[in-house]
């Protein structure tokens, strides 16, 4: 089993900034294939916002984040980090990290949420 616990989320203005951290731990981690961060705002389907193979670290944004997101990691900690920069109104939503594992087709394991809100 994988838990992940998000923190970080928060209230900011269009044009700001926050970090969003999530800690990974369990006894099955040490097999974890790749690890991503997702978003859904209200009405909407979940969607990828990026990811990052955990352990040669390539990296995968959607076109709506590039250039102003970064995500990263640090193994040691097991810890999954998203920068956001130049954060605008539709930016807004609950965003979640989940995990894949060896061998899996999919993410497997989610985190329970952080909740971003960017005012205009």
């Known amino acids: 089993q994988v838990q992940l616990v998000e923190s970080g989320g928060g209230l900011v203005q269009a044009g700001g900034s926050l970090r969003l951290s999530c800690a990974a731990s369990?006894?099955?981690?040490?097999?974890?294939?790749?690890m991503a961060w997702f978003r859904q705002a209200p009405g909407r389907e979940r969607e990828i916002v990026a990811s990052i193979r955990w352990t040669i670290g390539a990296t995968y944004y959607a076109d709506s984040v590039k250039d102003r997101f970064s995500i990263s990691k640090n193994n040691a900690r097991n810890t999954l980090y998203l920068q956001m920069n130049s954060l605008q109104p539709e930016d807004t939503a609950v965003y979640y990290c989940?995990?894949?594992?060896?061998?899996?087709?999919?993410?497997?394991?989610w985190g329970q949420g952080t909740q971003v809100t960017v005012s205009s």
């Open positions: 369990g006894r099955t981690f040490s097999r974890t294939y790749a």
């Open positions: 989940a995990a894949q594992m060896i061998g899996g087709s999919a993410y497997t394991y």
